[in-house]
């Protein structure tokens, strides 16, 4: 059946013609009722048609033909009034036309003064309001595409002599700027045949009604009364089955030039264009399957015409064909590709960079990328059992419930420049961490309980750089009873990523994720957000403060706690990074204590001597504005010494290791120590809470 309807495809430049002479042809032969009614409920099937694909479109060149089409579809209405008019004034009372008397008798109710009343309207609606639109609308296009003309013309000259393109693509695009001149101007044309379709309506109408008159009441003998009733009444309903498609299409006029020319011949154009979509096939097909199933419109067209229009979508489905239909849907968070075209094939040479489109595909918009290699698709394909993406979800989630930070979606893509097992994971295009997997495999990760080495594959764990053995599934007992904690590789993976997001989050926060923390945070306390921003604080400078507190792990979750202490400073005139830091994190002290507490609920401290303080205090100096700690490097190694055994001496009792100092230095004590000691607790006096127990197990000195 598919090579059959391929084969009718490839005939379509002979078979619109005869159609079309067809049409004509129907004013002058008299057709049976059957036919009238079949031809009827093809003229509602295309307008449906051409309603929906106008709104599926996306520019006017998409549907090219719709000009030339316009002509077709008026003739073959008026057409059908002709012939339709012949049967009524014909058969009188033995008229059969099942789709003319539903319409006389379902729609208006069997009232033809009802019926007068609806046509008119129907006109009325399609004449000054639709298509006056469509008809202005498609005029002012045509003139401004014909005068935008020359300076297209002359940028295309612009980028041939610039060797931007070929001479090839100049002739292309100087066609498609005369195609679309081309099209606007037939549409300007096009538009009167709807106008004049509408006023020959009423023409007709008003015929037809006083022709049935005469011949009731002079040829058969009918009282004015009973001859108004019957030829009035399937005049009416003759009528509306005109009209509504012809408001239809009208409606598809205004939407088409509202939004140029054809490549190939009007046949192949009209079943090529109008048969790509075939989610409006189904739509189609369905509609007019219910109205022959649910109203008293005749069943055998309906489901003939509904059916063909199914069937011919069902077709397309398949591929049958031979045609391919970009297919739309939501965007998912994560995506995954197994022809991922950048990851080593060059692109196709062509004109570099010549709109807006073009360029965004250069630019790094994805602020964190996973690559991963071949072997590892299956970890990240749903179809395949993979939780990758799931997991991701899953850490996305726990990252905005630890540190209040919304992660954007995450891209996963496969990559033939990594080895089979292996990622990278990137952050605004930049790699920050790689590791290899084994997915058939576990991985046993000595955290310090184990003595002993395990038969296995040796490696670093990427996210602590700890000991560790990729091993076979039967070891997993034995690996667990000599103390290594075993996990699987999604696992690996997910905590891996987990550990990167926390250590970048100040760079993670961008514009776009402050904008949604804001407008989160509005959806509860608009006057808080509308009092601070943008009359107090800029939006950068909010995000300043932020990013300064997840560089130290601090979760702005509670966003209104820091904005209510970000409107008291800033209404005090305290407007400097450091201060409204500071002022942020007292207000937030007993997060902070809660988080930093052993697991025996203490907030074990190790201070900062008053003579230390003292000393680095008259380091603190001056640099571009901001101050910053330069320590000598014998003073900064003395000092890192120092600490560095005093955390461990706190480490060893499992405990959790604060630094305490004084509210002016702490930050810059913090950033110097954290550029060299990675995820230290640094404290302030004006942070600790009475509640809290906490416990002084030491001092620093120099």
């Not at 609606?125 to 297209?152: H, N």
């Not at 992660?407 to 295009?429: C, F």
Request: with cysteine.
């Amino acid at each position: 059946m598919g090579e059959l309807l391929n084969r009718f495809l490839k005939q379509s430049d002979i078979l619109i013609p005869i159609l079309i002479v067809s049409v004509v042809i129907l004013m002058v032969i008299p057709i049976p009722p059957f036919l009238l009614d079949f031809l009827q409920m093809a003229n509602i099937s295309l307008a449906i048609v051409l309603l929906l694909v106008s709104m599926y479109i996306k520019n006017a060149l998409e549907i090219s033909a719709f000009p030339t089409l316009l002509l077709v579809t008026t003739l073959f209405r008026l057409s059908l009034n002709v012939s339709s008019t012949r049967l009524i004034l014909l058969q009188g009372r033995n008229f059969q036309g099942k789709v003319i008397r539903a319409f006389g008798d379902f729609v208006v109710g069997g009232n033809y003064v009802v019926g007068i009343v609806i046509f008119l309207i129907l006109v009325i609606i399609q004449f000054v309001v639709i298509t006056r639109g469509s008809e202005r609308i498609a005029e002012v296009a045509a003139r401004f595409t014909l005068d935008a003309m020359p300076g297209k013309q002359m940028s295309i000259d612009a980028d041939l002599s610039a060797g931007i393109i070929t001479e090839e693509e100049a002739r292309k695009k100087r066609e498609d700027i005369r195609r679309e001149a081309d099209f606007y101007g037939a549409m300007d044309g096009a538009s009167k045949f709807v106008r004049g379709d509408a006023i020959a309506g009423i023409i007709i109408t008003l015929i037809n009604i006083l022709g049935g008159l005469i011949i009731g009441v002079l040829q058969q003998g009918l009282s004015i009364s009973e001859a108004a009733q019957l030829y009035t009444l399937f005049t009416v309903g003759d009528g509306l089955v005109a009209q509504i498609p012809a408001l239809l299409i009208s409606t598809a006029t205004g939407i088409v030039v509202s939004r140029a020319a054809s490549n190939e011949n009007l046949g192949t154009d009209l079943l090529n264009e109008l048969t790509s979509e075939k989610r409006v096939l189904y739509m189609t097909g369905g509609v007019i399957l219910t109205l022959g199933l649910a109203t008293p419109l005749p069943i055998l067209p309906a489901v003939l015409l509904g059916g063909g229009l199914l069937t011919i979508a069902y077709l397309n489905t398949k591929g049958y064909l031979n045609k391919t239909v970009p297919a739309s849907g939501p965007s998912e968070d994560f995506e995954t590709s197994s022809q991922e075209v950048s990851r080593s094939t060059p692109r196709p040479s062509g004109p570099p960079l010549t709109s807006a489109e073009e360029v965004s595909e250069i630019i790094q918009s994805d602020v964190l990328e996973i690559d991963i290699g071949y072997g590892l698709i299956p970890l990240a394909d749903p179809s395949q059992g993979g939780d990758l993406l799931e997991r991701i979800t899953m850490v996305r989630k726990q990252i905005a419930y630890e540190l209040g930070i919304v992660i954007s979606p995450i891209r996963v893509r496969d990559s033939v420049l990594l080895s089979a097992n292996e990622y990278i994971i990137k952050l605004k295009g930049v790699e920050v961490g790689r590791f290899e997997l084994f997915p058939d495999k576990l991985l046993a990760i000595n955290s310090g309980m184990a003595n002993e080495e395990i038969a296995g594959i040796y490696t670093k764990e990427p996210s602590f750089n700890l000991d560790a053995y990729w091993i076979d599934e039967d070891q997993k007992e034995n690996a667990i009873n000599l103390g290594y904690t075993v996990v699987d590789s999604p696992s690996v993976f997910a905590t891996h990523l987990s550990e990167i997001i926390k250590k970048y989050a100040h760079e993670i926060l961008g514009s776009k994720e402050t904008e949604m923390l804001i407008d989160g945070l509005r959806v509860k306390n608009s006057a808080l957000v509308d009092e601070l921003t943008p009359t107090i604080f800029k939006t950068f400078e909010i995000r300043n403060v932020l990013k300064e507190l997840l560089y130290e792990r601090i979760s702005i979750r509670n966003l209104p706690i820091i904005f209510e202490k970000l409107l008291e400073l800033g209404s005090n005139d305290i407007k400097d990074t450091v201060s409204l830091v500071e002022g942020v994190r007292s207000s937030l002290s007993r997060q902070i204590c809660e988080n930093m507490k052993s697991a025996d609920g203490v907030l074990h401290l190790i201070i900062l001597d008053k003579n230390t303080e003292n000393t680095l205090n008259n380091y603190t100096i001056e640099y571009g504005g901001n101050y910053t700690l330069a320590l000598s490097p014998q003073l900064s190694q003395n000092l890192l010494n120092n600490i560095s055994k005093a955390l461990e001496d706190q480490m060893m009792k499992n405990y959790n290791p604060v630094i305490l100092c004084s509210s002016p230095l702490r930050f810059y004590f913090s950033r110097w120590l954290l550029s060299n000691i990675p995820n230290v607790n640094v404290i302030s006096y004006n942070e600790i809470i009475q509640e809290i127990p906490i416990s002084a197990d030491g001092n620093i000195s120099i």
